[in-house]
Antibody, heavy 116, light 112 residues
Framework: QVQLQESGPGLVKPSGTLSLTCAVSGGSISNSNWWSWVRQPPGKALEWIGEIYHSGSTNYNPSLKSRVTISVDKSKNQFSLKLSSVTAADTAVYHC?????????WGQGTMVTVSS | QSVLTQPPSVSGAPGQRVTISCTGSSSNIGASYDVHWYQQLPGTAPKVLIYGNSHRPSGVPDRFSGSKSGTSASLAITGLQAEDEADYYCQSYDSSLSGFYVFGTGTKVTVL
């Protein structure tokens, strides 16, 4: 079955750019699903960041839209997240997830800390 | 930013029934968007328990059930078990602004 694995730096400096990649295995990123990023600050609730379709179409959370870019690399069967101008408030576990009716497949998540 | 409100915590003894409410508004649950429920065990990724308001994925025990009415939804757990101790989140779609997926504030279920 489809599995997702996040990767990227665990520490980002304030005002820098957070960059993560989600590798899709066990299935093609080009099937009829949208692919999302969801984050969870320590001890807090889940927050949807945005999504991408294999065509490159994207939708973003309005609260983050000005700082977020999600892209897809079909040749590598993966999609990526860039979040710019980060602050300590962006410290969180970042998950990638597949959207079917619900978010039915999740990556284990990767902790990203924003600190100098 | 959560626009879906859940009680912070609920608790019950083994075997009891507990319910978790998820209160939204006319731009999300009340606009007939589906509600989904997730269980998150400590240190793990969320797992979908209920999708499309009341449907259970394969492998989810029938002790879990979901319902929706008006601007609210509920998750019920009957025959509470120790392994049900976890955080639970509702999720829907909100059509305000340019539209976005929204999660609830989360509820910690404690088995006494």
């Amino acid at each position: 079955q489809v599995q997702l694995q996040e990767s990227g730096p665990g520490l980002v400096k304030p005002s820098g750019t957070l960059s993560l990649t989600c590798a899709v295995s066990g299935g093609s990123i080009s099937n009829s699903n949208w692919w999302s990023w969801v984050r969870q600050p320590p001890g807090k609730a889940l927050e949807w960041i945005g999504e991408i379709y294999h065509s490159g179409s994207t939708n973003y959370n309005p609260s983050l839209k000005s700082r977020v870019t999600i892209s897809v690399d079909k040749s590598k069967n993966q999609f990526s997240l860039k979040l710019s101008s980060v602050t300590a408030a962006d410290t969180a576990v970042y998950h990638c997830a597949r959207k079917d009716a619900a978010f039915d497949v999740w990556g284990q998540g990767t902790m990203v800390t924003v600190s100098s | 930013q959560s626009v879906l409100t859940q009680p912070p915590s609920v608790s019950g003894a083994p075997g009891q029934r507990v319910t978790i409410s998820c209160t939204g508004s006319s731009s999300n649950i009340g606009a007939s968007y589906d509600v989904h429920w997730y269980q998150q065990l400590p240190g793990t990724a969320p797992k979908v328990l209920i999708y499309g308001n009341s449907h259970r994925p394969s492998g989810v025990p029938d002790r879990f059930s979901g319902s929706k009415s008006g601007t609210s939804a509920s998750l019920a757990i009957t025959g509470l078990q120790a392994e049900d101790e976890a955080d639970y989140y509702c999720q829907s779609y909100d059509s305000s602004l340019s539209g976005f997926y929204v999660f609830g504030t989360g509820t910690k279920v404690t088995v006494l």
